[in-house]
């Protein structure tokens, strides 16, 4: 059963610090996305690739923000530095022919 | 700009009363409006995408229908398993997808 993994799954830190946050999309899909959820806002769309390239990082505050696709197995997102507002639920999703499959997130917490 | 609004925000059932959640949007060129399901701790889970108004696609006792402004997601005598959050979203002209607030269903 092939499945989006994340890791890490939970993370806590101090304000100021570098958070990394890593997904495998699921083998053969060639567009990933990275998503934020809140209370407040939902779920909020930062950015997306397609074959490793970025195609759209609107979503995403580009001061600290930073996402990238080493490779076809791998999408990171890294905060630097790292605010309490970032704290929230992130989520990579790969997306297959007919709509987007989901990680299970990492919890991030920001003190 | 794409929208979508969910309605309710919260729902609460017994066991056995069915009912329906609500999706609205507006979409410039829609290539289709997806349901999830996610419960707590966990990522959205994919239940339907529909693609043309007329439209409807059924899942146990979910059943999904589209029209040119709205979705229903119509669940027959709900059991305490179908408690989750309930999120609607729509694709226009890329494949971005434009979530809904969500609609936390309580059986």
């Known amino acids: 059963d092939a499945r989006v993994t994340q890791t890490p799954r939970d993370k806590v830190t101090e304000m100021g610090q570098e958070v990394t946050m890593r997904c495998q999309p699921i083998?053969?899909?060639?567009?990933v996305f990275w998503y934020r959820q809140t209370m407040m806002q939902g779920l909020e769309l930062l950015a997306y690739?397609?074959?490793?390239?970025?195609?759209?990082d609107s979503g995403m505050p580009k001061d600290r923000f930073s996402a990238e696709m080493p490779d076809a197995t791998l999408a990171t997102l890294k905060i630097q530095p790292s605010e309490p507002r970032d704290s929230a639920v992130y989520f990579c999703a790969s997306l297959g022919e007919e709509t987007q499959y989901f990680g299970p997130g990492t919890r991030l917490l920001v003190l | 700009e794409d929208q979508v609004t969910q309605s309710p925000e919260a729902l609460r059932l017994q066991e056995g009363e069915s009912s329906s959640l609500n999706c609205s949007y507006t979409?410039?060129?829609?290539?289709?409006l997806f349901w999830y399901r996610q419960d707590p701790g966990k990522g959205p889970e994919f239940l339907f995408t529909?693609?043309?108004a007329g439209e409807e696609k059924e899942k146990e006792r979910l059943k999904a229908t589209l029209t040119k402004k709205e979705s229903f997601l119509h669940i027959t005598a709900p059991k305490p398993e179908d408690s989750a959050t309930y999120l609607c979203a729509v694709r226009g002209g890329s494949e971005k997808l434009v979530f809904g607030k969500g609609t936390k269903l309580t059986v």
């Open positions: 690739f397609r074959n490793r390239a970025p195609l759209d």
């Open positions: 979409v410039s060129g829609l290539r289709g």
């Open positions: 529909l693609y043309s």
């Open positions: 083998l053969g899909h060639n567009t």
